[in-house]
Antibody
Framework: QVHLVQSGAEMQKPGSSVKVSCQAS????????FHWVRQAPAHGLEWLGG????????TYAPRLQGRVTITTDKSSTTAYLELNSLTVEDTAFYYC?????????????WGLGTLVTVSS | QSALTQPRSVSGSPGQSVTISCTGS?????????VSWYQHHPDKAPKLIVY???KRPSGVPDRFSGSKSGNTASLTISGLQSEDEADYYC??????????FGTGTKVTV
């Protein structure tokens, strides 16, 4: 099973940006996808967006469009989530998730999460 | 793109069965057989327990079963065990390569 290791906790001020990483190992990385999901305190899971490294295509949740960018490195085994214009409402655990095939519409592996705290 | 609606909490005694509903719309749950369910224990990564409405990944006990009718999907946990106490989320493909999660249900055993 694919193992996903995420970067450490971040503390940012309102109005700034944050970039979180997710490194994958233990699988074959060709026709797959990375996704990002977050959970704010006392809230449920929220899908943020995804990327298919093979095609370089990205999709984002409509309400975050324009503030979120998902990329991968050249090896396509590390994904990044960048979120701009942070507000206190962006305080959350951010999880990366992996789909082994783009024809599979579910998230097979998950990272342990990265806590992003937005506070002045 | 609104979150799918789940009951806030359900509870049952060990050995009993509980069912969690997940209500969406004709834009998501009603249009695709791509509903998945995730178990989330505090401080752990979410875990896939059902995919494509009713399929179970290898290693997931057959106590977990999924179904769908119209715009509503359901997860049933039979023979409740203490380790089943967790938060459960449904998720549906919503077209245009987007996904939507449910509001989450806390299962108490």
């Amino acid at each position: 099973q694919v193992h996903l290791v995420q970067s450490g906790a971040e503390m940012q001020k309102p109005g700034s940006s944050v970039k979180v990483s997710c490194q994958a190992s233990g699988g074959t990385f060709h026709n797959f996808a990375f996704h990002w999901v977050r959970q704010a305190p006392a809230h449920g899971l929220e899908w943020l967006g995804g990327i298919i490294p093979l095609f370089g295509t990205t999709t984002y949740a409509p309400r975050l469009q324009g503030r979120v960018t998902i990329t991968t490195d050249k090896s396509s085994t590390t994904a990044y989530l960048e979120l701009n214009s942070l507000t206190v409402e962006d305080t959350a655990f951010y999880y990366c998730a992996y789909r082994a095939r783009i024809t599979r519409y579910y998230f097979e592996s998950w990272g342990l999460g990265t806590l992003v705290t937005v506070s002045s | 793109q609104s979150a799918l609606t789940q009951p806030r909490s359900v509870s049952g005694s060990p050995g009993q069965s509980v069912t969690i509903s997940c209500t969406g719309s004709s834009s998501d749950v009603g249009s695709y057989r791509y509903v998945s369910w995730y178990q989330h224990h505090p401080d752990k990564a979410p875990k896939l327990i059902v995919y494509d409405v009713s399929k179970r990944p290898s290693g997931v006990p057959d106590r977990f079963s999924g179904s769908k009718s119209g715009n509503t999907a359901s997860l049933t946990i039979s023979g409740l065990q203490s380790e089943d106490e967790a938060d459960y989320y449904c998720c549906s493909f919503a077209g245009s390569y987007t996904y939507v999660f449910g509001t989450g249900t806390k299962v108490t055993v």
